[in-house]
C-alpha cells in the first residue's frame, strides 16, 4: 500500500537517519595496509628472541619509510602500518630498550602475528557494507565514510500531517474552562513522526465541525501522509469517516479487531495516505506504533517496517483473552517484562513508564508468571 519514495543523492552528512535507496559497496579496503593494533615494535618472526637494532619509528599517519630487514626493529604505535618486511608486533611491555638496541624479556605472543590487523580486516573493496532499505544509523554513516563515501543515494523523507480534533480540546497551557482537557495527543504523535527523520506538520485543535474537520484536510493536501487523533469512532461527533467520504477518499479498512485502539481508520484520499487513531491518548499511542509508523518507514524505503518483536519472560499473572488482541503496556526488567497494574486506555502515567508492549492474541489461555510472552519494545524516546 505504501511505494517508498523516490531516491535523492544527498552528501552524507545530510543522509543520516534516512532509509537506503541502494546497496552500497566500499570505495577502499579498511585497513588499507596491515596495521598495528599494540604500541611496541615491529620486526620480524625469524629474528626472536632478538636482539634487535632499532632503526626507525611508524606512528599513525606517518608510515616507516623503509623496509624492517635481519635483526632490525621499529617502534610503532597503535594504528599505525606494520612496515615491509615485519611480521610480528612486540609489545611495549615486553621489550627493553637500551639506546638503539633493543630486548625482548616477555612472553611470545601466541600466534606470533596475533598484534597485526590484516588489511581489509574490516572490510575489503567491493564488499557491500549496507543494504537498500537499512537506515543510515551513526554506526553505518561511519562505516560508509569509512569506506570512502562523500554522498549516498537514501529516499526522500515523508511529509506527515497531524491533525488534531476535539471540541474539549485546548492548546498546551490555556486555562481550562469546565469539560476541557489539555491537546496532549497531538504533540506525542508529531514526537513519534519526529523520531522517524519525518517531516511534520500540525493542525488543531480541530473543533468537532465537518467545516473545520474539511478545511484541515485541505490545509494538510501537500503532505504524503495525514495522521488524525479522534473523531474516527461511531458518536455523533466523530466526524473523521463522513469527512472523509464526503471528500471522495478510499476507505481501505475501518475498525479492527484490538484491545486499545478499535477504531482506527485507513484511507486513501488522492494520493495521500491518511490513517485515523482513537482519540485516547493510550490508544493513540499504541495504533500509531502499530500501524501509523510502519506506513511512514516504508515510504521512506525501510525493507522491514513493521514493530520488532522478542520473547521475554512475563512477570506477573495475565487472564485469558476475549474476542480482540490485547497490547499491555509492560515495562522490562533484569529478569522480564512486567505489565503494568493501570491499563486504562486514558491513563498517561502507565504509558509514560512503559517500554513494552504485551502482545496477547485474541482468545488465548491464561499467562501464569514465568512464562514466556512475545513483545514489543517502544521506541527509546518512551524509555527511562
Request: overall charge negative; aromatic content about 4%; hydrophobic content about 45%.
Amino acid at each position: 500500500m505504501a511505494q517508498p519514495l523516490p531516491a535523492v543523492e544527498l552528501p552524507i552528512g545530510e543522509a543520516a537517519g534516512r532509509w537506503l535507496a541502494s546497496d552500497v559497496a566500499a570505495l577502499r579496503s579498511q585497513p588499507p595496509d596491515p596495521m598495528s593494533a599494540m604500541d611496541g615494535y615491529a620486526l620480524r618472526q625469524v629474528d626472536m628472541p632478538g636482539p634487535w637494532d632499532i632503526v626507525g619509528e611508524s606512528a599513525a599517519g606517518h608510515p616507516f619509510q623503509g623496509t624492517v630487514g635481519p635483526r632490525q626493529a621499529v617502534r610503532i604505535a597503535t594504528g599505525a602500518v606494520v612496515p615491509g618486511g615485519a611480521d610480528m608486533v612486540a609489545v611495549q611491555e615486553d621489550c627493553r630498550a637500551e639506546g638503539s638496541r633493543l630486548f625482548f624479556d616477555g612472553d611470545p605472543p601466541e600466534p606470533l602475528g596475533r598484534h597485526i590487523r590484516p588489511r581489509g580486516l574490516d572490510f575489503a573493496q567491493g564488499d557491500i557494507i549496507a543494504r537498500a532499505g537499512e537506515r543510515l544509523t551513526p554506526a553505518r554513516l561511519a562505516l560508509a565514510i569509512t569506506a570512502g563515501h562523500g554522498r549516498l543515494s537514501v529516499h526522500e523523507k515523508a511529509s506527515v500531517a497531524v491533525i488534531e480534533g476535539g471540541d474539549e480540546l485546548r492548546p498546551a497551557g490555556e486555562d481550562l474552562p469546565p469539560g476541557a482537557i489539555p491537546a496532549s495527543n497531538g504533540a506525542m504523535l508529531g514526537a513519534l513522526f519526529t523520531d522517524l527523520g519525518c517531516e511534520i506538520e500540525s493542525h488543531g485543535p480541530v473543533p468537532d465541525r465537518r467545516d473545520a474537520l474539511r478545511a484541515a484536510f485541505e490545509q494538510a493536501k501537500n503532505a504524503h501522509m495525514i495522521v488524525t487523533s479522534g473523531g474516527a469512532s461511531v458518536g455523533d461527533h466523530d466526524l473523521v469517516l463522513p469527512v472523509l467520504e464526503e471528500m471522495g477518499a478510499k476507505i481501505d479498512f475501518w475498525r479492527v479487531a484490538i484491545k486499545p485502539g478499535k477504531p482506527i481508520l485507513v484511507a486513501r484520499l488522492g494520493r495521500q495516505l491518511v490513517i485515523g487513531l482513537p482519540g485516547n491518548p493510550v490508544s493513540s499511542f499504541v495504533t500509531a506504533h502499530l500501524f501509523a509508523q510502519p506506513i511512514a518507514r516504508a515510504l521512506m524505503g525501510d525493507r522491514s517496517p513493521l514493530p520488532a518483536m522478542q520473547p521475554a519472560f512475563c512477570l506477573g499473572d495475565l487472564p485469558a483473552t476475549g474476542k480482540r488482541t490485547e497490547f499491555l503496556r509492560a515495562a522490562f526488567t533484569d529478569l522480564g517484562v512486567m505489565p503494568l497494574a493501570l491499563q486504562d486506555s486514558a491513563a498517561l502515567t502507565p504509558l509514560a513508564e512503559a517500554d513494552a508492549l504485551i502482545l496477547r492474541p485474541a482468545e488465548t489461555a491464561e499467562v501464569k508468571t514465568g512464562d514466556v510472552v512475545r513483545v514489543i519494545p517502544l521506541a527509546p524516546r518512551n524509555r527511562n
